[in-house]
């Protein structure tokens, strides 16, 4: 009798066992045949600090913002402790301003610069321990606050850096003849040419279009850079000389492109129309994932008779982002929405995994004496 009890009790066991693994399994992205997502904040993080976040990195349970207002960093682990801040000042001696790009590489150690470089690499405490410099002079005078344009590579860093031979970023033909990044080894100065616009993109036809902004991130050995109003993703190979591998269409259900130029004076961009933009692509070995805005057309935009920069403020709410996931198996998924009161996305390590989100306060109308960060997670139905 004894004997039937427990094995009665075993199969009951073994029965919610299997039970359990079953329903973990089938909350796994890989083990889903449904490429359907959906966005879902899980959580809020107060950091005790009150700033203009431009930029910033989050890796390895570490965060390193950037408050443009007071050039100031700030370093926070992922519960919003603040760990050290380091104000830097804008002129004089040892100034540094106009900060565009904040890195940490996997051992945590963190980098800054902008768009007309120096580098920095920085110590622990955020003080500065070495300058690097690139072998030529920068002939960009503008860029993206934050710019998604500087990446490690094993030794080397990888970024967009116009200037080489003296081209200017700005001519005609620049997109068309010149390589778009360089591969800087920061030990001997020395930095190499790679990457040209593949066939695959508009601008490498040589008409005129609405001048991009240049993006990129990386993928194990694999370079995915993209024009920010081109719903186009490009692959490079960093083990084959940055030969181009393969170009994927975003396929969003709408993404405004303003048409061809008649000539290098005519401009549409919040003149007659916004355009879409891509604001960030991060990847996974497996996942990809693509956040970008749909634009407004021209009819709405002549409608609404826009008064800037008052009138700013309505783009956001005629203006929709998305998400996209390119799942390597299954191709791109739906079109996820995000919420108005999410701002700024800086990185997400992990696609499958939780990232955190600046929370957009002044289209909540709520002041606040402290950051806010969402922690959000792309779940898979």
């Not at 997502?37 to 930029?55: K, P």
């Not at 066939?199 to 993006?215: C, D, H, N, V």
């Not at 549409?268 to 805005?293: R, T």
């Amino acid at each position: 009798m004894k004997r039937i009890y427990l094995l009665a009790i075993m199969a009951i066991i073994s029965l919610f066992s299997c039970s359990s693994a079953d329903k973990s399994e089938s909350n796994s992205p890989q083990a889903s045949n449904s490429n359907e997502w959906e966005l879902r904040i899980l959580d809020s993080v107060q950091v005790d600090y009150l700033g203009n976040i431009s930029t910033g990195d989050f890796r390895e349970g570490l965060g390193l913002i950037y408050d443009y207002t007071a050039n100031t960093l700030i370093k926070i682990d992922y519960e919003g402790n603040v760990l050290g801040t380091q104000a830097f000042p804008k002129d004089g001696p040892n100034s540094i301003s106009f900060i565009s790009t904040v890195k940490m590489n996997s051992e945590g150690k963190p980098y800054i610069g902008h768009y007309r470089a120096p580098f920095y690499e920085l110590n622990e405490d955020l003080s500065v321990k070495r300058e690097i410099e690139m072998p030529f002079p920068s002939q960009s005078f503008g860029g993206l606050m934050d710019e998604k344009c500087f990446e490690l590579w094993e030794d080397n860093i990888i970024l967009h850096f116009p200037g080489r031979d003296e081209v200017s970023p700005y001519t005609e033909t620049y997109l068309t003849d010149n390589f778009l990044l360089e591969k800087l080894n920061p030990a001997t100065g020395e930095s190499s040419p790679l990457i040209r616009t593949p066939e695959t993109s508009k601008f490498s036809t040589g008409l005129l279009y609405e001048r991009p902004a240049i993006s990129f991130t990386i993928s194990e050995n694999d370079v995915l850079l993209y024009f920010n109003n081109e719903p186009k993703i490009h692959r490079f190979s960093l083990l084959d000389s940055g030969k181009h591998i393969e170009t994927l269409d975003l396929n969003p259900t709408k993404f405004i492109e303003a048409p061809e130029l008649k000539d290098k004076t005519e401009h549409y961009g919040y003149e007659k129309l916004v355009e879409g933009n891509i604001f960030g692509v991060f990847a996974s070995k497996d996942y990809l994932v693509a956040h970008y805005s749909q634009g407004i057309s021209e009819d709405v935009f002549s409608a609404n008779e826009f008064d800037f920069p008052k009138d700013f403020p309505k783009l956001t709410e005629l203006n929709q982002s998305y998400f996209k996931i390119y799942n390597t198996k299954k191709g791109w998924s739906n079109e996820i929405p995000l919420p108005k009161k999410i701002d700024k996305i800086f990185v997400i390590e992990d696609p499958i995994r939780p990232f955190f989100a600046l929370r957009n306060d002044e289209y909540l109308g709520e002041e606040q004496e402290y950051l806010t960060f969402y922690k959000i997670q792309l779940v898979q139905k």
